[in-house]
């Protein structure tokens, strides 16, 4: 918890709190002008208050994370978390922002292959005929 006290957070406190509390007033000022007669302030006054449940959501999503990466930085918490991780392929995608990498199996080279051949010769064909359609391709699309 003393993680959130810092200069930096309590800055992000203040500008959060800040936020919240304008978009409220903001609103508060639509409604006030939407009873005056003023008939788009009423979609406003329903959009303010929104955007403030905007800003506490993201607040609190900050706060979630920085804990979450103080956690994974020290000791773990509990007995699950220090179970060792499990054997992966390294050759498996990951997620969550890592790279994925994907094993691409090169192709031999006298391998024919008539899909690709077939798709080939529609593309060249269209590029022959810019105008044409592709239902005018008078070949045979192999699928």
């Known amino acids: 918890m003393k993680g959130l006290w810092t200069p930096a957070w ?9 936020l919240t509390a304008g978009c409220l007033g903001l609103g508060w000022w639509q409604f006030s002008r939407a009873t005056g007669g003023n008939s788009l302030s009423w979609g406003y006054m329903f959009e303010w208050p929104v ?3 905007f800003v506490v959501f993201i607040w609190i999503r900050e706060i ?9 930085a020290g000791e773990p ?11 992966r392929d390294p050759d498996a995608p990951v997620a969550l922002g890592r790279p ?3 094993a691409v ?4 080279p006298g391998a024919a292959d008539p899909e690709l ?3 080939n010769d529609y593309l060249a064909w269209l590029a022959e005929h810019p105008g044409a359609r ?4 008078p070949g045979r699309i192999v699928k």
């Open 64 to 72: 979630q994370l920085h804990r979450r990466k103080l956690g994974s």
């Open 100 to 102: 994925v990498r994907v």
């Open 134 to 137: 592709p239902a005018d391709y």
């Open 10 to 18: 309590i800055a992000r406190h203040l500008l959060a709190l800040v």
């Open 117 to 119: 051949d077939a798709y």
């Open 77 to 87: 918490a509990d007995e699950s978390a220090a179970a060792p991780a499990p054997e």
């Open 105 to 108: 199996r090169a192709a031999e």
């Open 51 to 53: 955007f403030a449940g």
